[in-house]
């Protein structure tokens, strides 16, 4: 069965850098479309950004984009959450997500946690001056 452990958390100032990983075992990623989302106090979890098995890319929210990227390294089964420019309102508890889908299908339409099988523990980002 595939676990997700993520890690690269921690403490950043407002316009610093923080990069995310996923690192996955129990199973190879051909078959999972990998998602990160955020959850902020006293908030619902939401998407941020998708990258599917053939890597194409699917951006969920807009206050990501330009600012977050994501990319996966399949020999090292491990997808990265590269944050640049991060804000206040990027704290929270980050998880990455599998959703299983048959190859080269595209991301799940929608960042909505149902669409999403397998989830990680989570890595806390905190952005304070």
């Known amino acids: 069965q595939l676990q997700l452990v993520e890690s690269g958390g921690g403490l950043v100032q407002p316009g610093g850098s923080l990069r995310l990983s996923c690192a996955a075992s129990g199973s190879t990623l051909e078959h999972y479309a990998i998602g990160w989302f955020r959850q902020a106090p006293g908030k619902e979890r939401e998407g941020i950004i998708c990258?599917?098995?053939?890597?194409?890319?699917?951006n969920y929210v807009d206050s990501a984009k330009g600012r977050f990227t994501i990319s996966r390294d399949d020999a090292k089964t491990t997808v990265y959450l590269q944050m640049n420019s991060l804000q206040f309102d990027d704290t929270g508890l980050y998880y990455c997500a599998a959703s299983v889908r048959p190859p080269h299908f595209p991301c799940p339409d929608f960042g909505r946690v149902r669409n999403y099988d397998y989830w990680g523990q989570g890595t806390q980002v905190n952005v304070t001056a």
């Open positions: 990258i599917s098995s053939s890597g194409g890319i699917s």
